[in-house]
Nanobody, 114 residues
Framework: QVQLVESGGGLVQPGGSLRLSCAAS????????MAWYRQAPGKQRELVAN???????NYVDSVKGRFTISANNAKNTVYLQMSSLKPEDTAVYYC????????WGQGIPVTVSS
């Protein structure tokens, strides 16, 4: 069993930046896919970004060029660097490790508002 703890969320003004962290209780090296999802109020959860095999990244079109996903195996942590934030980025963000057998974090709110 792997426990995931997200941090780094909060309130930020439009155009600002945040870095989300997802710290795992064990090694993340074995996970082929690591991802960030988000769920806005009244909407379905959507994939924001993922990293596969520790190298290949993929982003939903709405965040391309603004968000960057990365992983630090030594720290067992996955990051989501978010820049040029927009009000429509407001959501609860979740990290997910694994695919067929997956582990989810508890979610962390991000609010983009002036």
């Amino acid at each position: 069993q792997v426990q995931l703890v997200e941090s780094g969320g909060g309130l930020v003004q439009p155009g600002g930046s945040l870095r989300l962290s997802c710290a795992a209780s064990g090694s993340i090296f074995r996970f082929y896919v690591m991802a960030w999802y988000r769920q806005a109020p009244g909407k379905q959860r959507e994939l924001v970004a993922n990293i596969t095999n520790g190298a290949t990244t993929n982003y939903v079109d709405s965040v391309k060029g603004r968000f960057t996903i990365s992983a630090n195996n030594a720290k067992n942590t996955v990051y989501l660097q978010m820049s040029s934030l927009k009000p429509e980025d407001t959501a609860v963000y979740y990290c997910k490790l694994g695919l067929a057998v997956a582990y989810w974090g508890q979610g962390i709110p991000v609010t983009v508002s002036s």
